[in-house]
């Protein structure tokens, strides 16, 4: 009964390869989101989806791709990894329309790049 | 625009001490406040929020007021356990329905048996 899920739990990838991460929550929600968290546990939004349309898109290189096939996933496509992609990466979701509704968040991925 | 700020840690006690985060935020309206943990190796999970000024939130012995008039929501426990060992973020979501989330830096917390 996994609220939100990330696949893969951990990933180690050389520099220039592509890879994916994928998230699923189970809740229901309309609106999904993508994290980074650095070593300093600083955690900095990337992206968030509300009925599969984008509605946050931060200062992201464009090398990182979201893709949301239906409301209770989205994935993260990263094409030429590089060394500063190493990081936790975070799926959470919530319901939007609701004010004091907190976000879900998944247990995270963390990618090391090589 | 609307941040949220909370005292860098690591914050280091030892077992039963009293703990207290500080967090500030700045935002128009009246957004809704939470705090959340996450463990080693963890996801973040909801600690405990507050919706509306004087409100109280708690949750497994933390408390933090929602205080209008000081923007602050300060996460205090009495007696803190080596499980409590984490990083405690404060985060704030705007006043309306559509509001943005907006976390903090976190605050490592280590308690020393």
């Known amino acids: 009964d996994t609220a939100v899920s990330q696949t893969p739990k951990y990933l180690v990838t050389q520099m220039g390869n592509d890879k994916s991460i994928k998230c699923e929550q189970n809740?229901?929600?309309?609106?999904m989101y993508w994290y980074k968290q650095d070593s300093k546990k600083f955690l900095k939004i990337m992206f968030s989806?509300?009925?599969?349309?984008?509605?946050i898109n931060e200062t992201v290189p464009n090398r990182f791709s979201p893709k949301s096939p239906d409301k209770a996933h989205l994935n993260l496509h990263i094409n030429s990894l590089e060394l500063g992609d190493s990081a936790v990466y975070f799926c959470?979701?919530?319901?939007?329309?609701?004010?004091?509704?907190?976000?879900?968040f998944g247990p995270g991925t963390r990618l090391t790049v090589l | 625009g609307d941040s949220v700020t909370q005292m860098e840690g690591p914050v280091t006690l030892s077992e039963e001490a009293f703990l207290t985060i500080n967090c500030t935020y700045t935002a128009t309206g009246y957004p809704s406040l939470f705090w959340y943990v996450q463990y080693p190796g963890e996801g973040l999970q909801l600690l405990l929020k507050a919706t509306k000024a004087d409100d109280k939130g708690s949750n497994k012995g933390f408390e933090a007021t929602y205080r209008k008039e000081t923007t602050s929501f300060h996460l205090e426990k009495g007696s803190v356990q080596v499980s409590d060992s984490a990083v405690y973020f404060c985060a704030h979501k705007g006043a309306d329905s559509w509001g943005k989330f907006q976390f903090g830096a976190g605050t490592q917390v280590v308690v020393t048996p």
């Open positions: 809740l229901g929600h309309d609106t």
């Open positions: 959470a979701s919530s319901l939007q329309g609701v004010q004091n509704n907190e976000q879900f």
């Open positions: 989806y509300n009925n599969k349309e984008l509605i």
